[in-house]
Nanobody, 124 residues
Framework: VEFVESGGGLVQPGGSLRLSCAASGSIFNIFAVGWYRQAPGKERELVALMDTGGNPKYTDSVKGRFTISRDHARNTFHLQMNSLKPEDTAVYYC???????????????????WGQGIQVTVSS
């Protein structure tokens, strides 16, 4: 199973970007999904996550600006980022975490999958 990210780039402060993460396999519905980011010189931090029931959670700094969503039919999930700020600049990583470990073990799946990382730069 692979997860491939797309949608990053350069945007001015106040602008918007939409990140996408596409899974190659069809086991998507047993994975919780999330987005992390890592700025230069800083540790990777959780930005947003969504459990298998569709319940989202956000870190305080992005609440009201970012929205996580998932499309089970297309095995994809997204991060809509609005009102972007320079401090949002980072490499963003999508993550999928197995919520039913027994099933993942039986199917030979890993507990966690990561996207390759995609750069988001907010600058004027």
């Amino acid at each position: 199973v692979e997860f491939v990210e797309s949608g990053g780039g350069l945007v001015q402060p106040g602008g918007s970007l939409r990140l996408s993460c596409a899974a190659s396999g069809s086991i998507f519905n047993i994975f919780a999904v999330g987005w992390y980011r890592q700025a230069p010189g800083k540790e990777r931090e959780l930005v947003a996550l969504m459990d298998t029931g569709g319940n989202p959670k956000y870190t305080d700094s992005v609440k009201g600006r970012f929205t996580i969503s998932r499309d089970h039919a297309r095995n994809t999930f997204h991060l809509q980022m609005n009102s972007l700020k320079p401090e949002d600049t980072a490499v963003y990583y999508c993550n999928a975490h197995c919520s039913v470990q027994t099933i993942c073990t039986i199917r030979g799946l890993d507990a966690d999958y990561w996207g390759q990382g995609i750069q988001v730069t907010v600058s004027s």
